[in-house]
T-cell receptor, first 113, second 114 residues
Framework: AQTVTQSQPEMSVQEAETVTLSCTYD???????LFWYKQPPSRQMILVIR??????QNATENRFSVNFQKAAKSFSLKISDSQLGDTAMYFC??????????FGTGTLLAVQP | DAMVIQNPRYQVTQFGKPVTLSCSQT?????MYWYQQKSSQAPKLLFH???????NEADTPDNFQSRRPNTSFCFLDIRSPGLGDAAMYLC?????????????FGSGTQLSVL
């Protein structure tokens, strides 16, 4: 069974600084997708970024980028120029052959002014 | 402009009293999911529909049922809520349910059991 592990329950960063959130996963599949979702206090789940496992190039979306290390089964999220609105719970998620989204336990990110 | 709508936003029920949560979508997506998210935990998939085909997760309690009368609507029924069922319930949709596509989430219903 696939598992997703986020080892940082909470993180804090100063506004305008850069922060990296960690995620590791375990799977025997070769083709799969990885995601980072943001859940602000409103509890609305928002897709931040997505990575296809067959692509070597790391995905980027404006201030958000990932460091995907397939061999190490690692998928970290880097947030550059952190903004107060980035304060949220961040979930790493995996989707493989079952087409079911499996979430990690989340990292609560606080951006300090 | 809301595409996945969950009502109500907050629901309070009594221990053992049946409760129904609703989800509607304007996206005409084939797949609808129900997730349970307890405080400070990851969302957990309860079940999903692909069109009218119901797919239950192996560890979803029998207390939880679902109905999808048409493409747009999906309901989560909790037959006899216990205190442990207090949680945020998230509905999500996907066009075909494959990883190439984005999941669209509703804003959730926060269920309290008294």
């Amino acid at each position: 069974a696939q598992t997703v592990t986020q080892s940082q329950p909470e993180m804090s960063v100063q506004e305008a600084e850069t922060v990296t959130l960690s995620c590791t996963y375990d799977t025997s599949e070769n083709n799969y997708y990885l995601f980072w979702y943001k859940q602000p206090p409103s509890r609305q789940m928002i897709l931040v970024i997505r990575q296809e496992a067959y692509k070597q190039q790391n995905a980027t979306e404006n201030r958000f980028s990932v460091n995907f290390q397939k061999a190490a089964k690692s998928f970290s999220l880097k947030i550059s120029d952190s903004q107060l609105g980035d304060t949220a719970m961040y979930f790493c998620a995996f989707m493989g052959a079952t087409n079911k989204l499996i979430f990690g336990t989340g990292t609560l990110l606080a951006v300090q002014p | 402009d809301a595409m996945v709508i969950q009502n109500p936003r907050y629901q309070v029920t009594q221990f053992g009293k049946p409760v129904t949560l609703s989800c509607s979508q304007t996206l005409n997506h084939n797949v609808m999911y129900w997730y349970q998210q307890k405080s400070s935990q990851a969302p957990k998939l309860l079940f999903h529909y692909y069109d009218k085909d119901f797919n239950n997760e192996a560890d979803t309690p029998d207390n939880f049922q679902s109905r999808r009368p048409n493409t747009s609507f999906c309901f989560l029924d909790i037959r006899s809520p216990g205190l442990g069922d207090a949680a945020m319930y998230l509905c999500a949709t996907s066009r075909q349910g494959t990883a190439e596509e984005k999941l669209f989430f509703g804003s959730g219903t926060q269920l309290s059991v008294l």
